[in-house]
């Protein structure tokens, strides 16, 4: 079955740190870019970073330059989203993405809320 399992979000405070997994299976997952989006209440789903294939480089979008990192494990599937000084604007689902020519798979997210 080809899927995409988000874990790791959770309720934090600001300043705070969480690092957030996707687990891969079904697909050729060393093939494919992969990608963070987030979604927050009443927003469209925006991209947060993305990684190519061998994982030789990365991509992020403005509001996380800094404060977080991508990566990812061909060996064991997996991609990562490691987030320091969360800001309450951070509060959103976050999806896992996986893209290969035509070919995209999406996860059903994990909800981090950034709040004291």
């Known amino acids: 079955q080809v899927q995409l399992v988000e874990s790791g979000g959770d309720l934090v405070q600001p300043g705070g740190s969480l690092r957030l997994s996707c687990a891969a299976s079904?697909?050729?997952?060393?093939?494919?870019?992969m990608s963070w989006y987030r979604q927050a209440p009443g927003k469209e789903r925006e991209l947060v970073a993305n990684?190519?294939?061998?994982?030789?480089?990365?991509n992020y979008a403005d509001f996380v330059q800094g404060r977080f990192a991508i990566s990812r494990d061909n060996a064991r599937d997996m991609v990562y989203l490691q987030m320091n000084n969360l800001k309450p604007e951070d509060t959103a689902v976050y999806y896992c993405n996986a893209e290969w020519a035509a070919y995209e798979v999406w996860g059903r997210g994990t909800l981090v809320t950034v709040s004291s």
């Open positions: 990684i190519t294939s061998d994982g030789g480089a990365t």
């Open positions: 079904g697909f050729s997952f060393s093939w494919y870019a």
